[in-house]
């Protein structure tokens, strides 16, 4: 999940679709905000398939359609193709938001979990172009 992971990132808000660049991290995220629901059988992505919906002045969003090839965390907490995660994102202030999220994946555990943060909002900054010239550890990888 690319929104645990402690990076920049910008939050692009169109008519239709909210997309969420991050720094450092491809692919992009797209939430869906034009009233459609998630698709009967999703491709697996890496950030899965998201459906936005304002609640007030709370971002409620659901994302399925995960492949099973990333973790939760940096800690390395599994998840299954099953994952369901349900966000609630409410900006606090001009410098913070407020995330509740919570994780449901049947096939990994026994019942859903909820955690809540607070992320650092940094609206008067860039993201910076970053690339990756050096291969060389291709070679030493393991895990396939």
Known sequence: MGDLLPVPRRFIQLSDVLVILYEGINPQRFIYTDGRT???????????????????????????????????????????????????????????????????????????FSFRYRQTLTPDTDLLETICENEKDRAILTGR
């Open 38 to 112: 998630h698709p009967v059988d999703p491709q697996p992505a890496w950030l899965g398939y998201s459906v936005g919906r304002w609640m007030a002045d709370t971002l409620v969003v659901e994302t399925r359609g995960f492949n099973a090839q990333t973790w939760l965390d940096a800690a390395g907490h599994p998840h299954t193709e099953a994952l369901h995660v349900t966000e609630r994102f409410r900006r606090v202030d001009f410098g913070s938001a407020e995330v509740e999220v919570t994780l449901d994946d049947a096939g990994a555990y026994t019942r859903p």
